[in-house]
């Protein structure tokens, strides 16, 4: 008889397989890529991965995260270098078919490594987005996993010609994807330095020096969304500092052309979510939106506010209904304790 499968119950119900923490064939974490670029990275190096999985679509996929210590240190990788393995800094993260790469990779005068990246422009696979020094909201170690699998349910979006407004966009990193992801224009509304964030640091008890960063590179995020705007030849994108729940920025934005939204804000700052699914009245022409920072499973866990409940309810009282939902799996997770957050990320459209 063959070995039995374990299984465990999804919030959205039905089972999610674990197969014993979700086997995977070992060919499934090579990645042709992510290793061309392992291969040509000179000095320390690391790479980890975690799967992901949709049960809507019954797929499984992965994130790759690759960390080096061969480029110079950047003052946001110095500020948050306990987040990263010792002596090293991200360079490359991978979700899925998309990667995000740290710009100095194509301009450090390594030609494996610049080959590599310009067969993977030239082919789109992987869709190639480079961050400015890899300073980027997605590399501040507690926000890693939200905007991978973010990035991960957006990709499976076909943008081709859309208008795409993002919410809290901060960098610009998920923008930037959509662009490259054939989106006629997009909007990056960021509300920068604001009391939601000093609310909820407050509430999680968060040191000083936490505060500290999450205000200064709030104040950051412009300028690296320039410099990112750059390394990728985008200029498609609007980048505006605003509130998006203030009337004045709504007036600079065409609401009524929005096809699409990205809000990878989830329940943290109080119910900013359900304020901006309650826009989607406001948006005659929204088909479709990528919601996330959520946690899928949240029992034992030491913040229960990640929940996606009342995200779900809102979402009906407008007329949208959850599709498609990616959670991350990792492989250290334990179905039998239930102390490792699952992060979601999932695809609503309008019904009918």
């Known amino acids: 008889m063959g070995k039995k499968t374990a299984h465990m119950r999804g919030a959205w119900g039905g089972t999610i397989p674990t197969d014993a923490r979700m086997r995977r064939e070992e060919e499934e974490k090579r990645d042709a890529f992510v290793n061309s670029i392992l291969r040509n990275l000179p000095g320390t190096r690391k790479q980890e991965y975690t799967g992901v999985y949709s049960r809507e679509k019954n797929e499984k996929g992965g994130i790759w995260r690759v960390f080096s210590g061969a480029l110079p240190r950047t003052e946001m990788h110095r500020d948050y270098q306990n987040g990263y393995p010792t002596g090293m800094q991200p360079v490359l993260y991978k979700s899925g078919n998309v990667a ?28 190639v987005v480079y961050l400015h020094e890899f300073n980027s909201n997605i590399a501040k170690p507690t926000h890693i996993p939200f905007s991978l699998i973010a990035s991960y349910a957006l990709q499976n979006l076909d943008l081709k010609g859309k208008t795409v407004l993002e919410v809290g966009a901060a960098d610009g990193a998920l923008s930037l994807q959509a662009a490259k992801q054939g989106a006629e224009k997009v909007y990056a509304v960021e509300l920068g330095r604001n009391p939601f964030t000093q609310e909820y640091m407050e509430r999680e008890g968060a040191s000083s020096r936490e505060y500290h960063l999450e205000g200064k590179y709030a104040e950051l995020w412009p300028a690296f969304f320039k410099e990112h705007a750059r390394h990728n030849n985008v200029d498609n994108i609007e980048y505006i500092i605003g509130d998006i729940l203030n009337e004045d920025t709504q007036k600079n934005l065409p609401l009524d052309e929005v096809d699409v939204i990205i809000a990878n804000i989830g329940p943290t700052y109080n119910d900013l979510d359900l304020q901006i699914i309650d826009m989607f009245k406001r948006m005659p022409n929204l088909e479709s939106a990528v919601l996330g920072g959520y946690h899928e499973i949240v029992t034992r866990m030491k913040d229960p ?46 019904k009918g």
């Open 100 to 127: 995000f790469v740290d710009s100095r990779l194509k301009e450090e005068g390594n030609k494996d490594i610049a080959d590599v990246l310009r067969g993977a422009e030239e082919e789109g696979s992987p869709l």
């Open 305 to 350: 506010i990640l929940k996606p409940d009342s995200a779900y309810k809102k979402l009906e009282e407008n007329g949208f209904e959850r599709k498609e939902g990616y959670i991350t799996v990792w492989d250290r997770w334990d179905p039998k304790k239930e102390r490792e957050p699952r992060y979601l990320a999932f695809i609503a459209k309008r």
